[in-house]
């Protein structure tokens, strides 16, 4: 499974952006999908997980304001980031398993994107 996220840039704060993470390759076995991101510095945090099923969640810093979804095929997913802040900064990755237990279990995703940079600026 290959992942390759696109969308990132710079936005002033309250602005809005929508990273893309398209799926190539046989995905028939991913369960989950998921959006890291780092900021530097920092520890790498989970910030959104969609599970097969739809069903969402989401890390509080973030509720209200990001929404991640994907699209029929299954094999493009999203996260609209709304209302954007300076400490949303992050390089954000895209991320995918077989197993909803490796984000509850906060172990580290089988397939990564390359990631894609966001800067929150004015």
């Known amino acids: 499974v290959r992942l390759v996220e696109s969308g990132g840039g710079l936005v002033q704060p309250g602005g809005s952006l929508k990273l893309s993470c398209g799926a190539s390759g046989n995905t028939d076995f991913i369960n989950v999908f998921g959006w890291y991101r780092q900021a530097p510095g920092k520890q790498r945090e989970l910030v959104a997980i969609?599970?097969?099923?739809?069903?969402?969640t989401y890390q509080d810093s973030v509720k209200g304001r990001f929404a991640i979804s994907r699209d029929n095929a299954g094999n493009t997913m999203y996260l609209q980031m709304n209302s954007l802040k300076p400490e949303d900064t992050a390089v954000y990755y895209c991320?995918?398993?077989?197993?909803?237990?490796?984000?509850?279990?906060?172990?580290?995703?089988?397939?990564w994107g390359q990631g894609t940079q966001v800067t929150v600026s004015s």
């Open positions: 969609q599970y097969r099923d739809g069903s969402t």
């Open positions: 991320t995918a398993d077989s197993q909803y237990s490796t984000y509850i279990d906060n172990n580290e995703p089988d397939y």
